[in-house]
């Protein structure tokens, strides 16, 4: 199956004002290291819910990518935290296979 990363690399234009959610398509699914992720974006500010192994507290990081700052679980933070943050999205998008996620596009208001 193809990854998220690989299929993204047949695409010409991105839509940089994507607004959506893009997750495991269900809950029994998860990423090889057993880690569960959900991205929620909105131009350059993503929301992501992850959890590092079943069972395991969900953590919510939110990332506004213009800005370069993060907030864990609504509260700042630092450095280590946006490596943190970035490392999961890469994770996600090399291993997370096409077939095993959804996209919900939000509607246009």
């Not at 398509?25 to 090889?32: A, F, I, S, V």
């Not at 079943?54 to 700042?76: G, L, R």
């Not at 999961?88 to 509607?107: K, L, S």
Request: with cysteine.
């Amino acid at each position: 199956m193809p990854s998220i990363k690989n299929s993204l690399s047949h695409v010409s234009k991105l839509n940089k004002e994507f607004t959506g959610t893009v997750a495991l398509r269900n809950e029994k699914l998860c990423l090889p290291d057993g880690s569960k992720v959900a991205v929620g974006i909105d131009g350059d500010h993503w929301v992501i819910v992850y959890q590092g192994a079943p069972k395991a507290p969900f953590i919510v990081y939110e990332y506004h990518a213009t800005k370069q700052s993060i907030f864990v679980d609504k509260k700042p933070g630092n450095e280590q935290d946006l490596v943190k943050v970035k490392q999961i999205m890469n994770y996600f998008f090399e291993q997370a296979d096409i077939d095993d996620v959804v996209t919900i596009e939000a509607e246009a208001g």
